[in-house]
């Protein structure tokens, strides 16, 4: 599945295996890849939640590994990227049609992508 988070355009991909066999998942960003181990439907949504919030503060400048939030910072993230990574979410869990948001613009409206039509 692709998805685009800030004008930059990521694809989601299910292995069975990863290379460390202790990753559910992580985020390439240099090949802008969201790499998820299939597991049960509820602990892989809950590994996309989280890689989309990496994805998310990675692509609005929050990239810095030593960076420190403090409360409000965490508060405006939650806010910000809430309808970015449900509406991801709805579209993984194979709904039709739906926007994908961020920044309170919608960036593009997305059809769904059968997995054959993903190199």
């Given at each position: ?88 979410l709805e579209r993984y869990l194979n709904i039709e049609e ?22």
């Amino acid at each position: 599945m692709k998805i685009k988070c800030n004008n930059a355009r990521y694809e989601i991909i299910e292995k069975e295996q990863l290379d460390n066999k202790e990753d559910v998942g992580y985020t390439d960003y240099q090949s802008r890849q969201i790499i998820l181990k299939k597991l049960d439907k509820d602990f892989m949504v809950k590994t996309l939640k989280h890689e989309l919030t990496h994805v998310w503060l990675y692509e609005h400048g929050h990239n810095q590994d030593e960076k420190e939030f403090n409360n409000e910072d965490v508060c405006e993230i939650v806010a910000s990227s809430n309808d970015f990574i449900n509406e991801v979410l709805e579209r993984y869990l194979n709904i039709e049609e739906t926007k994908i948001y961020a920044d309170d613009s919608i960036y593009e409206s997305i059809k769904k992508i059968e997995s054959s039509d993903i190199k």
